[in-house]
């Protein structure tokens, strides 16, 4: 069938299946490009491996230290006459392009949140790996079933006090506007928000895969956070998806408590704001990506997630004399780069000047939109989208 981008608001209704590989392929070049990952991971478990930075350090670990990869995430498969998601497309193209190279990959589409789906990856470890030596753990998710007690929570995105007034963007029109976000009115928005992204679920899956004797002494585990400027203070590390960042750093701790006898360490890492399914969700902040894009591509210190994945990797949790930099939170930063005095000033005097009429030329929406279809494999150079494309593409080691 001939695949063409159906959107609805934020959200992509279609997904192109030689655009998706297409687009893998590209992440791929660029890790080899970098050269092999010294010392870098050699059995990887990845949680929420097919989009975003969980896809790129999926991507990061097989091609930049020739890791085994077993990839978890909740897509909606392809079949015949029936098109899959675009996270179904990239596990199926990263697949294929890891068994081309002879990498061990394979993957468990299902809720990662269930003691079902951690019981099989456990199980499939014991068969194929027996031990995994770095645990990503890259989920972002609107709701979460807790497998303990079955209560189903949604998390919501909104300021915590106040009522939250800023310019915001709708990437397909360009038209900036003022948007007021209400405020929580009780705390179980904000109880329910960690629920579904604090750290609680990363804490059962480490237990779990300990409890099981699938970590490898030294294993490593990660799980990605985001600070960003003070203008999305209200709506992001203040508010109700802050309080779930800071119970996910909060469980750091935790877990190198719980590896202490394997001499494990575990990283929250905080990350660049990114084009991404979810980030695009938010309010305000595609219009500070936009305005982001177009100082950091200017000054030459632009990443996409391949890029942030790739160095987090060699330079972060993978270095020569084994030593992670951390801030004084205890936090890997990889937003060095987006957080920099120069980057932040020039953002923060064009979002202030940022209109409809000038949006164009000031910021980098452009970028931003073309990022978005790139997500669901659209706007790719080299793909014949007037050409039919085979929707029935499937992961090879999912039946
Ligand atoms: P994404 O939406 O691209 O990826 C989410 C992944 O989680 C997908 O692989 C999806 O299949 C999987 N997933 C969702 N629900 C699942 C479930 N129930 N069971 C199994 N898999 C499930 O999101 P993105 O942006 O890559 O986010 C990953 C992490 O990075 C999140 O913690 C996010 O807060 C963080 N982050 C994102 C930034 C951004 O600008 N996009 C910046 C800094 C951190
Ligand atoms: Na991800």
Same mark, same amino acid.
């Given at each position: $069938?001939?695949?063409?981008?159906?959107?609805?608001?934020?959200?992509?209704?279609?997904?192109?299946?030689?655009?998706?590989?297409?687009?893998?392929?590209?992440?791929?070049?660029?890790?080899?490009?970098?050269? !092999?990952? /010294?010392?870098?991971? /050699?059995?990887? #478990?990845?949680?929420?491996?097919?989009?975003?930075?969980?896809? +790129?350090?999926?991507?990061?670990?097989?091609?930049? +230290?020739?890791?085994?990869?077993?990839?978890?995430?909740?897509?909606?498969?392809?079949?015949?006459?029936? $098109?899959?998601?675009?996270?179904?497309?990239?596990?199926?193209?990263?697949?294929?392009?890891?068994?081309?190279?002879?990498?061990?990959?394979?993957?468990?589409?299902?809720?990662?949140?269930?003691? &079902?789906? /951690?019981?099989?990856?456990?199980?499939?470890?014991?068969?194929?790996?027996?031990?995994?030596? #770095?645990?990503?753990?890259?989920?972002? +998710?609107?709701?979460?079933?807790?497998?303990?007690?079955?209560?189903?929570?949604?998390?919501?995105?909104?300021?915590?006090?106040?009522?939250?007034?800023?310019?915001?963007?709708?990437?397909?029109?360009?038209?900036? +506007?003022?948007?007021?976000?209400?405020?929580?009115?009780?705390? &179980?928005?904000?109880?329910?928000?960690?629920?579904?992204?604090?750290?609680?679920?990363?804490?059962?899956?480490?237990?779990?895969? /300990?409890?099981?004797?699938?970590?490898?002494?030294?294993?490593? *585990?990660?799980?990605?956070?985001?600070?960003?400027?003070?203008? *999305?203070?209200?709506?992001?590390?203040?508010?109700?998806?802050?309080?779930?960042?800071?119970? %996910?750093?909060?469980?750091?701790?935790?877990?190198?408590?719980?590896?202490?006898? #394997?001499?494990?360490?575990?990283?929250?890492?905080?990350?660049?704001?990114?084009? *991404?399914?979810?980030?695009?969700?938010?309010?305000?902040?595609?219009?500070?990506?936009?305005?982001?894009?177009?100082?950091?591509?200017?000054?030459? *210190?632009?990443?996409?997630?391949?890029?942030?994945?790739?160095?987090?990797?060699?330079?972060?949790?993978?270095?020569?004399?084994?030593?992670?930099?951390?801030?004084?939170?205890?936090?890997?930063?990889?937003?060095?780069?987006? $957080?920099?005095?120069?980057?932040?000033?020039?953002?923060?005097? #064009?979002?202030?000047?940022?209109?409809?009429?000038? %949006?164009?030329?000031?910021?980098?929406? !452009?970028?931003?939109?073309?990022?978005?279809?790139?997500?669901?494999?659209? !706007?790719?150079?080299?793909?014949?989208?007037?050409?039919?494309?085979?929707?029935?593409?499937?992961?090879?080691?999912?039946?």
């Amino acid at each position: $069938m001939i695949i063409q981008p159906r959107t609805r608001g934020f959200i992509c209704l279609t997904a192109h299946p030689d655009g998706a590989h297409q687009a893998v392929k590209n992440q791929i070049e660029y890790v080899k490009s970098k050269g !092999e990952i /010294k010392n870098g991971p /050699k059995k990887v #478990l990845v949680i929420g491996a097919s989009t975003g930075f969980g896809l +790129s350090s999926r991507i990061a670990a097989a091609f930049g +230290s020739d890791a085994s990869t077993i990839g978890v995430f909740f897509e909606k498969p392809a079949s015949e006459g029936k $098109m899959g998601t675009a996270g179904w497309y990239n596990s199926a193209a990263f697949e294929k392009e890891a068994h081309a190279a002879g990498l061990y990959a394979k993957s468990i589409n299902g809720d990662a949140f269930s003691d &079902e789906v /951690k019981k099989e990856t456990i199980e499939l470890i014991k068969k194929d790996l027996g031990q995994v030596d #770095l645990v990503v753990y890259s989920l972002a +998710s609107p709701r979460r079933t807790h497998p303990k007690t079955g209560v189903a929570y949604a998390s919501v995105l909104k300021p915590i006090g106040q009522p939250f007034t800023n310019k915001t963007v709708d990437f397909h029109t360009g038209v900036v +506007s003022d948007i007021t976000i209400n405020p929580v009115e009780n705390d &179980e928005d904000i109880a329910n928000t960690i629920a579904v992204m604090g750290g609680e679920d990363w804490k059962f899956w480490i237990e779990d895969l /300990k409890a099981a004797g699938v970590l490898a002494e030294g294993v490593k *585990t990660v799980a990605y956070s985001y600070i960003g400027p003070e203008l *999305t203070f209200p709506i992001y590390r203040n508010g109700t998806i802050g309080q779930a960042k800071n119970d %996910l750093e909060a469980t750091v701790p935790v877990l190198n408590d719980l590896l202490k006898d #394997l001499n494990g360490k575990s990283y929250v890492s905080v990350n660049k704001a990114l084009v *991404t399914q979810s980030s695009s969700a938010i309010p305000v902040v595609p219009l500070y990506i936009s305005l982001l894009y177009k100082v950091m591509k200017a000054k030459g *210190t632009h990443e996409g997630t391949i890029e942030q994945m790739q160095r987090l990797f060699a330079d972060r949790l993978y270095t020569e004399n084994g030593e992670v930099a951390l801030d004084e939170a205890g936090r890997i930063r990889v937003d060095d780069w987006e $957080m920099a005095d120069d980057v932040q000033a020039e953002v923060a005097k #064009l979002w202030d000047e940022t209109t409809t009429e000038n %949006l164009s030329e000031i910021s980098d929406i !452009e970028g931003y939109r073309k990022e978005f279809f790139n997500l669901f494999g659209f !706007e790719l150079d080299g793909i014949d989208y007037e050409k039919d494309a085979n929707e029935n593409v499937q992961v090879p080691s999912i039946e």
